[in-house]
């Protein structure tokens, strides 16, 4: 009974023991542990949410930045800077962006991060067999990462999140040029409907003289019928305008992002050609342009993930200590625990056989790659810019011909030989040649412009015009040149 009493006794005080020496001595290691949890880097990434590509785009046409982003209610005009705003706010892509952006900056931030401590409870020998030992305690282990291999990886994601805000901005001024180019091809189409209702209103007026002259014997039955088969000509072309309008409604409406908008008028003069120098618009394309921005930086993004690879050499420390509690008897007569013990180990990985030899040969070729990707990309730039510098020339001189001399001709010319047929002086095929080129040198001056202003549009945009085409996300392989994306325009001179 008194054996049974003391091995009692014996169990009561390690318990004891336990409860005022080691829990406490668990809690103190935590707190000791807390200096060590995760840090925020020294110099928190900061990405702008809001690009300067917007400023780009207004400087890139002349054109102040928008005040108020409310549209016109239904029945009013609308103009080029309501659209813009309206896209700014509306078109998901630059949504997109943004999330692009805050998603590189947590990526970033995660990069630096310190690896987290590990607290646990340790034992050895707990039954103690015939001597009624064992080791019952707590630890701490922390790795600790040397040679400053977070601090590269830090600076290996910041420069992807700066890709990522380049990427930002390249879509900002995506958006803001097909916009553009979406609100004067609409425009061109208003006109258009404009010029042929007032072509069909001549023509129809010509069936009223040639059906007069008819009347009174000077005109024969072929020649009215062969007004009113111009009459109805007219027509159609009136209704093939305004579905056409109606088709550049939608893509206007789309990139705004707001496809439920309906038809409202456009105020813009599509005669006021922008004045523009091509080879300065050239230069500003190799200087600016955001593709350039980009396949820079991943150049020196490349640079960093080189630069990480070689210092993965460097070893990470090791590091584990704790406390526990010996009961085991010293064997003196008052057989007395061994008590509390501390224990302590450090250690490092040796790298004889890896020593990151791949990697780093990896690394070394895709920085060569990307620095060939910034000549490339400027090459590239070059060939995309060749046959849009061309198209606005030859375009620009269409325009300029038809406005000055052309047009005023070919107009004078059907009003002589109009008022000549009314009088009985000429004969109606000469009429009808006259007003037919007048009416097709009418519609071909419409779309000279319109071609005048896709083009100039995206030279100024820099060759960015897909505005609902989706931004690369960070850590995807993003074509820093993608392929222009431009409505196609019916040469002039072709009879609709």
Not at 97 to 121: F, V
Request: hydrophobic share 40%; glycine share 6%.
């Amino acid at each position: 009974m008194s054996d049974q009493n003391t091995r009692q006794e014996g169990e009561n005080v390690k318990t004891e023991f336990f409860w005022k020496h080691c829990m406490p001595l668990a809690w103190l290691l935590i707190y000791l542990a807390l200096p060590l949890r995760a840090q925020e880097p020294n110099g928190t990434l900061r990405l702008s949410a809001q690009p300067a590509a917007a400023e780009i785009s207004a400087r890139s046409v002349g054109q102040p930045e928008p005040t108020s982003p409310q549209a016109s209610p239904a029945g009013q005009s609308l103009t080029l800077e309501q659209l813009l705003q309206m896209a700014r706010m509306n078109n998901p892509t630059l949504g997109e962006a943004q999330a692009g952006i805050r998603k590189a900056a947590g990526r970033t931030l995660q990069a630096g991060l310190w690896p987290n401590p590990t607290i646990g409870y340790a034992g050895d020998e707990i039954r103690g067999g015939s001597f009624r030992g064992g080791e019952q305690g707590v630890f701490i282990q922390q790795n600790v990462v040397l040679g400053g291999k977070l601090d590269l990886d830090r600076k290996i994601f910041a420069e992807a999140g700066k890709q990522t805000e380049a990427e930002a901005e390249e879509q900002r001024l995506r958006v803001d040029t097909s916009v553009r180019i979406a609100f004067y091809e609409s425009l061109a189409a208003q006109e258009m409907v404009q010029t042929r209702s007032k072509l069909s209103g001549l023509a129809k007026d010509a069936v009223e003289t040639t059906q007069q002259l008819f009347n009174i014997g000077q005109a024969d039955e072929p020649d009215l019928l062969q007004a009113q088969v111009e009459a109805d000509e007219a027509d159609l072309a009136v209704l093939v305008a305004e579905q056409d309008q109606r088709r550049a409604w939608r893509v206007l409406s789309a990139v705004a992002g707001n496809p439920a908008m309906s038809l409202a008028e456009l105020e813009g003069n599509l005669d006021d050609l922008p004045s523009a120098d091509p080879d300065r618009m050239l230069e500003t394309i190799l200087r600016d342009s955001p593709a350039v921005k980009i396949a820079e930086l991943n150049s020196t993004r490349a640079e960093a993930a080189l630069a990480r690879a070689r210092r993965e050499v460097v070893p990470d420390l090791f590091l584990r200590a704790g406390l526990s509690n010996d009961s085991e008897p010293i064997g003196d007569a008052t057989s007395r625990p061994v008590g509390l013990i501390g224990f302590a180990e450090v250690g490092v990985d040796l790298r004889l056989f890896n020593r990151n030899q791949g990697n780093v040969q990896a690394a070394r070729a895709d920085l060569e790659r990307a620095n060939l990707e910034v000549q490339r990309v400027s090459l590239a730039l070059r060939q995309m810019a060749a046959p849009v510098l061309e198209n606005y020339a030859s375009s620009r001189a269409m325009a300029e011909m038809y406005k000055s001399r052309t047009l005023p001709t070919a107009q004078r010319a059907f009003e002589l030989y109009l008022q000549r047929y009314r009088q009985g002086a000429a004969a109606y095929p000469q009429a009808l040649i006259a007003e037919r080129t007048f009416f097709d040198l009418q519609t071909n001056y419409i779309s000279a412009l319109k071609n005048v202003w896709i083009n100039v549009l995206t030279l100024q945009g820099l060759l960015l015009t897909d505005g609902l085409d989706v931004p690369a996300a960070p850590g995807e392989i993003d074509n820093a040149v993608r392929e222009i994306n431009v409505p196609m325009v019916e040469a002039p001179g072709a009879r609709p």
